[in-house]
Structure formats: C-alpha cells, structure tokens
C-alpha cells in the first residue's frame, strides 16, 4: 500500500509542477511516507526528520503522510517544531494546501473514508505493475496492530471505480494487476442500483478480460476470507500467479486466540490443502510474529512446526513490539527482548533455509517473468518470477524492460536467482 500511495503522492506533486530527485538538498519538498506497524520504523522515522532538517533548504517544506503521522498526530510538531506538515494515510491527497499556504502548519489525520481515491490523480503512464487498492482499513482488530486505529474501518472501494482504475492502468503500460488491501481478500461491495455483490473473485474475472494484463495477484490476505470461490480462481484463471502471501502469524492455538486471530490450525491447513488442490504448483508465504505476550517456548516450537509442515517459501518475520491503541500493548507476561532476540533468530534461520532451498529446486527450470528495469548498474535488469523471486539477467539486446520473457533459471542463492533469456 505504501508503494501506491508514493506513486500517488509523487503523481499529485508533478500536476503542481515538482519532479522527483534523489539529491535532499536540491528538493522543495521532502515527504516521508511512513508504516507504524512496528515501534522500531516509528522510531527511525524522527530520527530521519532530524537528520533531513539538518540537510534540507532552508526554506524547503517537509513532513510525514501515513500511519505515523495518524499515531503521533499533533505531537509530531512538538517533536520537530519546524516541521510543515503532518497527513495520515487517508488524508494526504490534502498535501497540495501547503503548496497554497506554506507559511502555516498542515495538521489532517482525519479518516476520511474512500474520500482520497477521488480526489487523487490518475497517473498518465503505468508501471509494468499497477498496484490497485480496492479496500482500505481494517475490521479484523488483532489484538497487536495498529492498522484499525490508523487506517480505521474497513471499506470497499465501488466496483466500476476499480475497473475503471484496472482498464486505465491496462492501457498506459501496466502488464500485471496487484489488487491491494489490509484485508485483500475481505473485499465485499454491494451495488445499490442492482443490489449485486461483488467479491475479490468478480474482480479477477473482469480484470483477466483486459489483454494487455497478462498478471493477477493480490495481498494481503486473511486467512478466514479465503473463501471457495476465490480458492477456486486458482484453478480456472491461468492469470492468477500461483503465490499468494496469507499470514499465519503463529503456530501455537493459545497465541492465535489471545491475537484475536480466530481461525484454527486445521482450518489453515485446510484452506492450503485446497489452494495446492486448486493449483498443484502454488507457493506460499506468511508473516510471523515472536515473543507475542505470554508465547511459551512452547508456544514457539508450534510456530517452528508450521512454518516445517507448510513450507513457505518466503515470509516476513518479526518481533512483537507494543503499539499504542492496542491491547496487547497492555497484556501482562510481556517477553524479554533478549528471548524474543533468540526465538527469532531461530525462526529467521529456519525461513531462510526454506526460501533457499525453493529458490535452489528452480535452477534449470524456465519460468514466464516481468522485467522491472535495470539495476543500480545498469549492466542487468531484473525480473520478478511468478513466486516474486528477483531473478536478475545480463541485459543483452535480447532483454527488454517492461515485458514478459521466458527466462531459464542458472543459478540461485537464498535471495534471488540468475537467469538467462530463452529464444
Ligand atoms: S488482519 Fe492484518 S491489518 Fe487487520 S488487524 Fe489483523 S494484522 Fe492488522
């Protein structure tokens, strides 16, 4: 979601005449788009503003947009008394009334619903991959996120709006849809005229239809709201990639039940024995937590069996870390840094291990991949496998950005894979 509220972010400032740079002392503006889902980024988010007051223009304005700037809100000025503006995630398509007054503090972190996908421009020219939100908020309330209190209640986006936004990207360079959503998969919207109710599974229909999208995928999903007809678009609609990211966050019952996450272990299970049913080659990955209030070491060898049994092929992993609005922020049995230091070096390892492993079965296989550009070097270009492996290939006269290659996998190594182009 970040990505596309950068995309947007930098689209609403080239209609009011900016372009990007990379040089911070050369920039009029200075925006950091932030996450708050852990107190760490939070942290290093007004380190950086201390470090870009110091290197910025004197007269360039800066601020934040997103979850941080919802968290701290007013706050934030006390913090950085200079700072110019302070957005949250569904208000900073409010970022052009500093551009009117940048004499006055900006202060909006109001939930404005669906509001900011109306008034946000449409970019002229897609990207190979058009992130698409269809949903925004929250209505799950895991008992450690932040999400529901900084994006709020969960919503829909209208249907047409998102085919609209589908074909737009279609026809000014997109080649792959990635539908986006706290709750992706919980997407749910009612048409007033007709009275019909569209699901996830509506959407990658219609969206399969468009030629030019030859790459469907979507995240972040929810477990529970991986419902049949959308299992079974992995079996009828050759355009949906076989991955899908379905966060499990623990493997231990008694953990899931006190996150607020009330699905089952089996049910979990269950819905992936369908998916592979579905689409015998699909892969999946998770998000874990470790150290959640009370987790056991016990509790953590469950988490340690799952990730055995399920194989993810690549996942985030994550100390538990409190976030305000939150009540496990306030649950007593609070684990120690230092154990949830070893529980997690101990998962990360093991995650690892996996991913390499998957990444090592591809070597001598040839898969379809989008090429996203050149490297930093200009020398390679890398492309995105349909598993989101980095697959990176001698750029030749053969390779071309923004398409689709056939590319045979020649090496790989716990973080990406080399390949070359097939004729
Ligand atoms: S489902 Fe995801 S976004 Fe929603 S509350 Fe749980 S962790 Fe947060």
Redesign the pocket.
Known sequence: MNVYDGQRIAAMLEKHGFEQTDALSDADIIILNTCAVREKATNKVFSALGRIRRAKKPDALFGIVGCVAREAGATAFQRIPDLNFVLGPQSYHKLPEILKNPDTKLLNIDLTGLEKFDELPQMEKSPAVAYIPIQEG?????T??I??YTRGRELSRPFKDILRDTELAANTGAIEICFLG??VNGYKYTDEATGKTYRLSDLIKETAKLNNIKRIRFT?S?PTEMTDDLIDMFRTEPKLLPFLNM?I?SGSQNVLTRMN?PYTLNLYIDIVDKLKAARPDIQISSDFIVGFPGETDSDFEQTMEIAKKIKYINSYSFKYSPRPHTAAALMKDQIPESIKSERLAKLDSYLNELQRSFNESCIGKTMECLCEGPDKTGKHLVYRTPYMQQCIVNATSKTCEKQLANIRITAANKASLRGEVQD
């Open positions: 929250c209505n799950h309330c895991c450690y996120c999400v529901p706290q709750n972040s929810y966060p966050q996450r």
